[in-house]
């Protein structure tokens, strides 16, 4: 069965960075769009970045959201069926419980990892 | 960015009881719209994607149904496993963008 699970979370000081990974299992990962959302505590949720799969040439297409934008980079390794979340300049309001997505092809989430606390906090 | 407006914020209710959310995107989104479930500590969960498709073993209770700017999710008989947040998303243009939730109370 499909299964993501996060890890790489913690307590981190602002300023500090910080490296999420989503293992991925259960399904054809290189095939798959991926995202990561997040929800700080006790608010909503926010869509955060994408990665397409990767074309013939290992080229994927990457986009975020301006509240991350040359702060946090998103990548993968078909190879070891993992997601990745590299976060730097890490601010307050960037503590939340980060959830990976599987995109099942047409802009739909269909399954969610268990999500990872990130708290920044000096 | 596309603004998801939700109503109401929370919705009291109790078990048997027919409830509607509502969504207003900020704009036309067509059908590209879906709902999730979200039960306290838990990840949220897919329950209709192009603003009316029932996700797979979704009970069928649940029924959805909007396009353009205005969409709604209908719980025909409320069940104690339902009492949740409900958020709606929109997936037309990126950002992607999320209502602000209805969290349903008994």
């Known amino acids: 069965q499909v299964q993501l699970v996060e890890s790489g979370g913690g307590l981190v000081k602002p300023g500090g960075s910080l490296r999420l990974s989503c293992a991925a299992s259960?399904?054809?990962?290189?095939?798959?769009?991926m995202s990561w959302i997040r929800q700080a505590p006790g608010k909503g949720l926010e869509w955060i970045s994408y990665i397409s799969s990767s074309d013939r040439s290992s080229t994927t297409t990457k986009y975020y959201a301006d509240s991350v934008k040359g702060r946090f980079t998103i990548s993968r390794d078909n190879a070891k069926n993992s997601l990745y979340l590299e976060m730097n300049s890490l601010r307050p309001e960037d503590t939340a419980v980060y959830y990976c997505a599987r995109d099942d092809g047409s802009r739909i989430w269909d399954y969610w990892g268990q999500g990872a606390l990130v708290t920044v906090s000096s | 960015d596309i603004q998801m407006t939700q109503s109401p914020s929370s919705l009291p209710a109790s078990v048997g009881d027919r409830v509607t959310i509502t969504c207003q995107a900020s704009?036309?989104?067509?059908?590209?719209l879906s709902w999730f479930q979200q039960k306290p500590g838990k990840a949220p969960k897919l329950l209709i994607s192009?603003?009316?498709d029932l996700a797979a073993g979704v009970p069928s209770r649940f029924s959805a149904s909007g396009s353009g700017t205005d969409f709604s999710l209908t719980i025909s008989s409320l069940q104690p496993e339902d009492i949740a947040t409900y958020y709606c998303?929109?997936?037309?243009?990126?950002?992607?963008?999320f209502g602000q939730g209805t969290k349903l109370e008994i």
């Open positions: 704009q036309d989104i067509t059908v590209s």
């Open positions: 259960g399904f054809s990962f290189s095939d798959y769009y």
């Open positions: 998303q929109q997936y037309d243009i990126l950002p992607y963008t």
């Open positions: 192009d603003a009316s």
